[in-house]
C-alpha cells in the first residue's frame, strides 16, 4: 500500500548578493527523498539548480550556472521526478500567490 508523499519545504535562503544587489532566494523542496534546489530567476521562473538523493545525500541532476533548466524543461527532461516537479510547482505558486488577499465582499463592509 502506497501513501501519499507530503512535500517538505524549506523556505528561501539567502545566499549573497547578486550582479543588481539583490539576494537570491533559494528553495529547497523535498519528497518521496528527493530533494530539488531552485530558485527564481528575474523574470519570476524557476531555474532547477540540482536534485538530490537525501538519504544518501548523492546527487541526481546538478547544473552550472547559465545552464539552469525551468521547471517546464526538467519536466521533459526527467519525467520520472513528476511528484517533486509537482511539489516544486506547489511552493513556487505559494512564493507568488499572497498569502492574504481580502475578498471582493470585504471592501464594501468598511
Known amino acids: 500500500m502506497t501513501t501519499a508523499a507530503t512535500p517538505v519545504v524549506q523556505g528561501p535562503s539567502s545566499i549573497g548578493p547578486t550582479w543588481e544587489g539583490e539576494m537570491d ?9 528527493l530533494q530539488a534546489t531552485w530558485r527564481l530567476n528575474h ?4 531555474e532547477i539548480m540540482n536534485v538530490h538523493n537525501t538519504s544518501e545525500a548523492l546527487p541526481i ?3 552550472g550556472p547559465g545552464s539552469y ?3 517546464v524543461q526538467a519536466r521533459d527532461q526527467w519525467p520520472k521526478l513528476a511528484q517533486l516537479w509537482d511539489a516544486v510547482r506547489h511552493e513556487l505558486w ?5 498569502r492574504y ?8 463592509l468598511r
Open 101 to 108: 488577499r481580502p475578498s471582493v465582499t470585504a471592501r464594501y
Open 69 to 71: 533548466p525551468d521547471l
Open 25 to 33: 532566494e533559494i528553495h529547497r523542496t523535498e519528497i518521496d527523498g
Open 43 to 46: 523574470l519570476r521562473q524557476v
Open 61 to 63: 541532476v546538478t547544473f
Open 94 to 98: 505559494m512564493e507568488l500567490i499572497p
